[in-house]
């Protein structure tokens, strides 16, 4: 479907005189013919009864559509709020009250618009809370079921079935979001794949979910298409948190060059402003940049984060020190980088994140390595497989943690060796159930 929608463009025109409000008409009448049945219907009516009653000249004609308009509007913001009070009533109530409440409450718990804002509940949710966004999708598609159907409302029901598959990306289940990727692609098969900017939305979901199934060439290819989709609906923010995403993928790929630019361009368009994308594309930059051995190009770019309040919550800080540990390796720094490797290390232990804490742990053996402190790697090998063990990782990751202090105690640690490891601890913290090749 193509929709008109309203652009930051349309709204300064009208305020500086340059449009007319009722330009706003169009874009108004077509959400809402889509969002509510009730309306359209409204509207034909309206319609029939012009043949009847003809209007006088244009400027009545006019009158009556602003009018009609200003009703129209009046009805879907009283529903949106309405709305907004049963998801927090809803959300207040444990899972299965939740969806009791939808099934027998009859036409109060029905509609597009509901469905629509638990939905962005899902959205909201990740990545820090894939349980909420589960439960939010869940609700939205029980919503959905007691409701008219439509395409409006097929398209909200992929959705809420592609943000099942997110939560579930983030969670490590990757059969069970493939499965549902595939669910909300074939949904929305009978509407030629969904508008434009479903099909950016979900561009952008599947795309991730490749990146964490090793599929690269395809992530890229759906993520630039999720760009493109964004961009050319005017939605350059969306965009943007897009490119973020494809600069990730280029990064696994190997890429470093092309996410780097990517990033920079991203740092650019967002210069000045107060967004947390433009702080997680220079975490990323950071991160980039020395991937691609420009320290002190990264260094700056974690001295302008500093200060940010968008990455202060505890795991966002530990990446930081993580990386700036990795910066003063680079750097020959080795006293800080051990210092600033080892906090980061024990802080993703007490958070609970094996696979970060053994990443960690992988790159100040390097350091140790740079200084022929073959006691200290021993040591730091020997804590990784205790702690693998009193977390409960799976057999995998546990005995490539073996692996690695087995090759220590012979004396066969290699820097091949402690790269083979961190590529497998990158694949497992995305897919705990992933092999370790031994042989290569």
């Not at 059969?175 to 561009?203: C, H, I, P, W, Y």
Request: net charge negative; with cysteine; proline share 3%.
């Amino acid at each position: 479907m193509t929709h008109l929608h309203l652009t930051r463009e349309l709204l300064d025109a009208i305020l500086d005189g340059r449009r007319n409000p009722g330009d706003l008409v169009p874009v108004v009448m077509a959400h809402l013919f889509d969002l509510c049945p009730a309306c359209n219907e409204a509207f034909q009516e309206w319609q029939d009864s012009l043949v009847d009653t003809p209007p006088q000249n244009l400027d009545e004609a006019l009158a009556r559509v602003r009018e009609r308009s200003q009703q129209l509007i009046s009805g879907v913001e009283h529903e949106v709020q309405a709305s907004r009070k049963r998801v927090f009533d809803l959300l207040a109530l444990p899972q299965q009250d939740r969806l009791e409440t939808i099934s027998s409450a009859g036409s109060e718990y029905r509609g597009l618009a509901l469905a629509s804002l638990l939905i962005d509940q899902c959205r909201e949710s990740l990545p820090a809370y894939p349980k909420r966004s589960l439960a939010c999708a869940e609700l939205a598609k029980a919503v959905l079921e007691h409701s008219d159907f439509g395409l409006l409302a097929v398209e909200l029901y992929a959705r809420a079935v592609a943000y099942t598959a997110n939560a579930w990306r983030i969670q490590a289940k990757l059969g069970e979001a493939a499965t549902a990727m595939q669910d909300a692609r074939f949904l929305l098969k009978s509407n030629g794949g969904g508008d434009r900017l479903v099909k950016a939305e979900l561009d952008n979901l599947e795309g991730l979910l490749r990146v964490y199934q090793r599929q690269m060439p395809e992530a890229i290819r759906l993520l630039r298409r999720a760009v493109f989709g964004y961009r050319g609906a005017g939605l350059e923010h969306e965009a943007l948190r897009s490119s973020l995403n494809l600069a990730l993928a280029y990064r696994h790929a190997g890429e470093i060059e092309e996410a780097v630019k990517l990033l920079k361009g991203i740092e650019q368009s967002l210069e000045g402003a107060d967004s947390p994308l433009l702080s997680f594309a220079r975490h990323n930059l950071a991160y980039a940049l020395c991937e691609a051995g420009e320290y002190h190009d990264a260094r700056a770019r974690l001295e302008l984060l500093r200060a940010d309040e968008f990455l202060k919550d505890p795991v966002s800080l530990l990446r930081g020190l993580w990386v700036e540990g990795r910066i003063s390796t680079g750097l020959e720094e080795y006293d800080k980088a051990e210092q600033q490797l080892r906090e980061a290390a024990y802080g993703f232990a007490a958070e609970e994140l094996p696979y970060e804490h053994a990443l960690v742990n992988l790159d100040l053996a390097l350091v140790y390595l740079q200084q022929q402190k073959i006691g200290q790697v021993h040591q730091l090998a020997q804590e990784l497989v205790a702690s693998f063990r009193d977390w409960g990782i799976q057999r995998e990751a546990v005995a490539a943690a073996m692996l690695f202090e087995e090759s220590v105690r012979l004396g066969q640690i290699t820097l091949a060796l402690i790269e083979q490891l961190t590529r497998y601890f990158e694949q497992a913290e995305r897919n705990p159930s992933v092999p370790f090749d031994f042989g290569s």
